[in-house]
């Protein structure tokens, strides 16, 4: 599924790649030398009309290019004129996968100013959890989030006459900034989140509510559905299981993780599945089982009645992450230390090749990409054709590396 989501990004796009496994900036001080001097790892930025080293940030009229020597070869980007390009990095940042919970039972909610808070966990000990909103009455105070036991706190910041100042975009960061308060509850924003938040005093979250237990005969579904990007429809995963006497709700929820991961039934056999499933007493909780698959989760007969889906995390491919770093590499076309303008037309096949594949899967990376828009003028005079290219260097970001020189080439 991961896979199939990062093509989906990558569709009809042109793409060099650059990924170091442990890179230095050149010492050499031309392309030539480079050519000859420069050991495996060994990265630089060139002037593509001296072929001198880039030491420097790049101008809008300098056309440059970047190299690399790697599995004994040297491997080079297409020239690209500095006005033509938009520059971006990010730095390594941890994929996520998906969690979603399902309870059985009511989330118990609260709303205070433009700030919605909703009990992590379904049930009536959701109902023992309070919120304070705090004018600390001082100058120049700090915003800033405090959780004692089941009791959040929000010290709202202030300015120099002693004024509230925090914002519910600014609150509902900091709350999401705090891991002792995101293991209570989930926040949401409502209305409009530019209005400075006032002070309110402690109140506790409301209207949760336990399961009803099951009735022999009742029905009890769930419904998971594949959201992850691709090239084919999005499949669904369903389970029912029906109540029997002397049933509890920690048998309903049991029998449905199991009925998730069998690899044998006929529901899931010669299926790819996509989310782990683990049980409590009184919740599942499904965990994808790749990074970049995404999922919707649908209850059905009587857990819909009494069940409630919790996200609990987002899923995120993050940045650097080596399995996306090997297929920029696979996606990506590069071409050996020579002096043509491929891809123009007078390219021959071999003139470009691909690096072998990351032997240190385990690193994490700096991602660097340029976007090089080149714009031609057509035949018509109000039309003109522009061509994209994308450009990127994985950097490693934990060793030796030369972020500090593309840092301030690139201009970061």
Known sequence: ????????????????????????????????????????????????????????????????????????RVMKMTPT??????????????????????????????????IVYTARDAGTDGNSITVTVVDPAGNNAALSIGVVGNDITVNLATDGASAPTSTGTQVLAALQASAAAMLLVE???????????????????????????????????IVIM????????????????????????????????????????????DRDLIV??????DFLTLTAKEYGTTFKVLLRKKLQEIGTVNPIAKAK??????????MLEEAGDIFAGVTTNYPENHATPEEFGKPASLVLAANTYNMYMWTRVAQEASRTPHNVWHNMQYFSIAVPS???NPSAEIDTILGF
């Open 276 to 281: 782990d499933a683990t049980s409590a007493d």
């Open 187 to 221: 926040v949401a924003g409502t209305g409009t989140m530019s209005t400075v938040q006032a002070a309110a005093a402690q109140a506790s979250l409301a209207g949760g509510a336990n399961g009803t237990a099951p009735v022999a005969g009742d029905e009890y579904g």
């Open 398 to 400: 934990n060793g030796t």
């Open 317 to 326: 491919i993050g940045s650097g992450y080596y399995t996306q770093v090997k």
């Open 81 to 114: 004129l500095g006005s033509e390009v938009t520059k971006s990095k990010t730095a390594y940042s941890a994929p996520v996968k998906q969690v979603t919970d399902v309870f059985l039972g009511t989330a118990a909610t609260l709303t205070v100013g433009n």
């Open 1 to 72: 599924m991961f896979s199939n989501s990062f093509w989906k990004t990558l569709n009809e796009k042109r793409i060099q790649v650059l990924v170091g496994l442990a890179v230095e900036y050149t010492d050499s001080t031309t392309y030539a030398g480079f050519l000859t001097e420069s050991v495996e790892g060994e990265i630089g930025f060139f002037n593509n009309t001296t072929g001198a080293v880039l030491t420097g940030a790049i101008s809008a009229t300098t056309t440059f290019f970047a190299a690399l020597k790697r599995d004994g």
């Open 226 to 269: 594949d959201l992850t990007g691709a090239m084919q429809a999005f499949p669904t995963y369903q389970y029912f299981y029906v109540a029997k006497t002397g049933d509890t709700l920690t048998t309903v929820i049991t029998n449905l993780k199991n009925q998730i991961n069998s690899t044998t039934s006929v529901d899931n056999k």
